[in-house]
Structure formats: structure tokens, C-alpha cells
């Protein structure tokens, strides 16, 4: 039975968690190219590369850590559901892959959370709570929901 990843993080992290995570979302993320930027390596004295995450499905890194705690929780913590807050990126990446994977997803976003944002989320098929003006206040009330 798999502990919750974020409750209780083993820190700091070994190179082998690093590699075990790259293993348990292989096939499930789009492996982006990093490439240097020349302008930014010009205005900073250095090589500069960029990682381009924004070919991932909902167009952010987001989507490797929140499919790896996914894939780490057990049955029963799956069929339960996950509950986060967030204001975009990471409800997006956590949303699609719980409903690839069947675990309800749960997010809490604050209220001044743009439309768009909300409904892309909606759209990979997780329930959202609008709560509070601020994310502080919609963490609080995650929370709450969790409890």
C-alpha cells in the first residue's frame, strides 16, 4: 500500500526517486525537447536552455508530478479521489490525468480564477469549487473538504 507522496515527502530526494518517477510516466508524457535560446543566453553571459513543456497535453510541466502522485496512491485512496487547490496549470494536469487513470478529482480555485481556466479543468473532467478571493483561502477550504 503506497503512502501519500505529499504528505509525508522523503527529503531530499536520491537521484533513484527521480529515475523512478521518469519510469512511472514514461508513455503517459510527451518527452519535450530542451534547446538553447539564444537570446536569453546573450543577455545572461550564458548557455541558457529552455525545456519545452508547453507540448505536454495541457501545455505544462504540471502534469509529471501530478500523474506521478496518481500513479503512487493505492486502490482505495484512488477510488476515493484527490482534492487540491489550485488557480490553473496544475488543476489542468491533475484533472486530465485522474480521468485517464479514473480517480475523481476534486479542485478548489479561487473565485477571480479566469473562466477559461476553470473550464479547461472542467473539461478533463474534474469538479470544481470556486472558494474564496485569494488561493490561500481556497487551500484553507481544500482542506476543509479533505477533512
Known amino acids: ?42 543577455l545572461t553571459g550564458a548557455t541558457v536552455y529552455l525545456k519545452f513543456e508547453n507540448l505536454q497535453f495541457t501545455a505544462a510541466y504540471k502534469e509529471r508530478g501530478a500523474l506521478n502522485t496518481l500513479l ?4 482505495a485512496t484512488r477510488a476515493k479521489g484527490v482534492i487540491a487547490a489550485s488557480a490553473g496549470n496544475h488543476a489542468q494536469g491533475l484533472a486530465y490525468h485522474g480521468n ?15 473562466t477559461v481556466k476553470v473550464m479547461q479543468t472542467q473539461s478533463h473532467g474534474a469538479t470544481v469549487v470556486l472558494e474564496g478571493e485569494t488561493f490561500d483561502a481556497a487551500y484553507d477550504h481544500a482542506r476543509k473538504l479533505e477533512a
Open 1 to 42: 500500500m503506497a503512502t501519500n507522496p505529499i504528505a509525508s515527502p522523503a527529503l531530499p530526494l536520491s537521484l533513484d526517486d527521480v529515475r523512478g518517477a521518469a519510469m512511472r510516466i514514461s508513455g503517459s508524457i510527451v518527452r519535450t525537447p530542451t534547446l538553447i535560446s539564444r537570446t536569453l543566453s546573450e
Open 72 to 75: 503512487q496512491l493505492d486502490e
Open 100 to 114: 485517464r487513470l479514473g480517480v475523481p478529482v476534486t479542485i478548489v480555485m479561487p473565485k477571480p480564477t479566469p
